[in-house]
């Protein structure tokens, strides 16, 4: 039986193709995160969950990596000084992320995300969230019941804090390695970069 590489590739896409097609909905009642949430977030699926990724940028990855999967994208300077990737209008699901910046430190690569979203889709981001990483640690809840006045906070184990304003329709992601870059998010906030 003679085997080459590409067959044995082949094999592999196809294997691929079946559990992602086989993972592609959770079940009812589980406590698996939606297609939409495997879509917009990457998640190492132990015990704790904790996110790898957003819209496919991993953290870690270099800014020319995310260049070259996001060639739509602009890169920018982070209040900060740090680099900075910046991409428009990116549609994911039901989910329109009106802006998202991505950034970068020296030695880490990414480590930070800040997202903006469309008004319409707060509740979908929310229940994303809370569906991929359970209640958040902290809430806070501004007038009516909708996740458009709701604050909320995950502390993931390996560093990783996700805040989302719905008030202001904002997801920042600070990575494993982002603490220096954190004063960004408001930062980024008040010269209305995000």
Known sequence: MNITRSSILAGTLALAMVVSAGCAQAPEGSNAPTAAAAAVIGLFMGDPRTMTSFLGVKFGDSLEHVQRTMPKGEVKSAPYGADAYSVEN??????????????????????????RFSAPSADTVFDMLEKAFGKPARTH?????????????????HGERISFDGPNRLVAVVGPAGGPLRQDIELSQTNGLI
């Open 90 to 115: 990116y549609e994911v699901d039901s989910i329109l992320w009106e802006h998202v910046i991505f950034e970068f430190t020296d030695r880490t690569g990414m480590q930070l995300v800040m997202a």
């Open 141 to 157: 809840q501004g007038p009516g019941t909708s996740a458009s006045s709701l604050d909320a906070m995950w502390e993931l184990p």
